[in-house]
């Protein structure tokens, strides 16, 4: 009998595996090193240590010399003042002073950076007066100062500039700002000097309206110590107070005066765009006509008992030279024609009569000024603005006066007036020379002036139909510049 095999089923590379049996876990306790309380104990102890170090320390410091550490710093304070000491004392030597009047540019005294202080450059912003001002940034913030009393030879006088913990040797420091102003010609003539003030007025609308508290006056470097009273009047209404005008009494020759701020104007109006000088001279004729009480509302339309509006006409009349030859002529005529204009007035004054506060008044009732040239000229630039000039000239200026001849025509335009022409005379004194050759103004230059009944008489009726009609026309149309105050209060 065939017995049946039994076959197993198993895979081609049989895997044997032990059987596994549960191992025993073994627990161990393990004493951690980590515990809050004791981190806190650990800092408490460290800070205690530390706090009692420094006890100790700065016990031992109160009771015996100081550290290494500490004497060496006090060595180095101690050499570092010093050393500072030192320094002040080479920079207080080294200051140079230089001829106020740099003889080497007598030649071309008003041109560039002039012959007054010389060495120096001047700041000018757009459109604004040429100036020099003492600390700023350009000076390296140094002060000026000044020496010497000439009166007779600028090259005698002299400035520097200095630190302010370096000034010179026996110098005094002046407080408050100083004014500095160079003039190629005077004080006393109210034109020349009117120049000279011009570019302070407009650096003082710029800043503030500061006013100086001194004046230091130079002509050629030479020291001046008064203003002419026209001037100064001026000038005291302008800044809010008579002007005080260093007169160095008491001060040595050799002995430097410095001063906290100065301001150094050498070039009057030098570079002024037109518009500012306008805003300079409407602060001018504001505070003229405040410190003469008179209105600031300018020419409101004033009528005369007909009706009519009024019409300002001024002989504004020299004597000596330049004045006419034949006044009652000459006021006959400009009568005449005055007559013949509904409201015009005319007014006859004389220039070297009158009070400041008097022209200041005149001025502000005129709408016509009619004079010859020179300096009363000068007080235009009171009236209202839009206001006319008529203009005379003796015979030979036109040829070898030079430019200054315009100043009036300037002015007008600076001062917001319209010039309205010149008439010059062909009869007067004779010249030896060539009509053209310059020797012939000491001739002409105080020649007198004639008259031409006919232009005269034409010109006068001229100027008054056109002041008419722009009177008409103003006050038609409300368009009277008026004002209630001036800038810079």
Not at 441 to 447: A, F, L, P, V
Request: aromatic share 12%; charged share 20%; with cysteine.
């Amino acid at each position: 009998m065939a017995k049946s095999t039994v076959e197993l089923s198993r895979p081609a590379n049989p895997t044997l595996k032990k059987p596994s049996f549960p191992k025993k876990r073994t627990t161990m306790s393990v004493f951690c090193l980590y515990s809050p309380k004791l981190s806190i104990f650990l800092l408490a102890l460290c800070v205690s240590l530390f706090t009692l170090y420094h006890i100790q320390s700065l016990h031992a410091r109160t009771t015996s010399s100081p550290p290494w550490s500490f004497v060496h710093q006090w060595e180095r304070f101690t050499n570092c003042t010093q050393e500072h000491g030192s320094m002040a004392e080479k920079l207080r030597q080294s200051v140079t002073f230089l001829p106020l009047k740099d003889l080497r540019y007598a030649d071309k005294a008003r041109q560039g950076h002039t012959w007054f202080m010389s060495s120096t450059y001047d700041t000018r912003e757009e459109g604004g007066v040429q100036y020099q001002q003492f600390p700023s940034e350009s000076s390296k913030r140094r002060l000026l100062c000044l020496k010497g009393k000439e009166t007779h030879d600028g090259s005698w006088n002299s400035y520097a500039l200095a630190w302010p913990e370096a000034l010179p040797f026996n110098a005094t420091l002046l407080k408050g700002l100083t004014f500095v102003s160079y003039n190629h010609y005077d004080y006393d003539n109210i034109w020349h000097g009117l120049s000279a003030m011009v570019p302070f007025v407009a650096w003082h609308i710029r800043n503030g309206c500061e006013s100086p508290s001194r004046w230091i006056l130079y002509h050629w470097g030479e020291l001046r110590f008064e203003m002419g009273p026209w001037l100064r009047t001026l000038t005291g209404a302008t800044f809010g107070g008579a002007p005080y005008t260093e007169s160095f009494e008491g001060v040595n020759d050799g002995q430097p005066l410095c001063f906290e701020k100065a301001v150094v104007m050498r070039h009057n109006e030098g570079g002024m765009s037109r518009d500012r000088r306008t805003e300079t001279y409407d602060l001018m004729r504001c505070k003229a006509r405040m410190y003469c009480n008179v209105s600031l509302e300018g020419r409101i339309p004033e009528v005369n008992k007909q009706g009519f509006l009024v019409i300002g006409m001024t002989l504004f009349m020299r004597t000596g030279s330049r004045s006419f030859t034949n006044e009652s002529a000459v006021i006959g005529i400009f009568e005449k024609e005055c007559a013949k204009v509904d409201g015009c007035r005319l007014m006859v004054a004389y220039s070297n009569n009158l009070t400041f506060c008097e022209q200041v008044k005149m001025m502000s009732l005129t709408d016509i000024l009619v004079s010859t040239h020179g300096a009363q000229l000068t007080n235009m630039f009171l009236m209202d603005k839009n206001s006319s000039v008529m203009e005379f000239f003796p015979k030979g200026w036109l040829k070898v006066a030079g430019v200054g001849q315009y100043v009036y025509h300037w002015i007008a335009s600076w001062s917001g007036m319209r010039h309205q022409g010149a008439w010059r005379d062909l009869n007067g004194d004779e010249c030896p020379y060539a009509e053209d050759d310059r020797r012939c103004m000491s001739i002409y230059k105080n020649g007198k002036v004639g008259f031409n009944e006919t232009y005269f008489s034409e010109w006068a009726r001229d100027v008054l139909n056109e002041v008419k009609i722009r009177k008409l026309e103003e006050a038609a149309s409300k368009t009277i510049a008026s004002t209630s105050a001036c800038s810079c209060g």
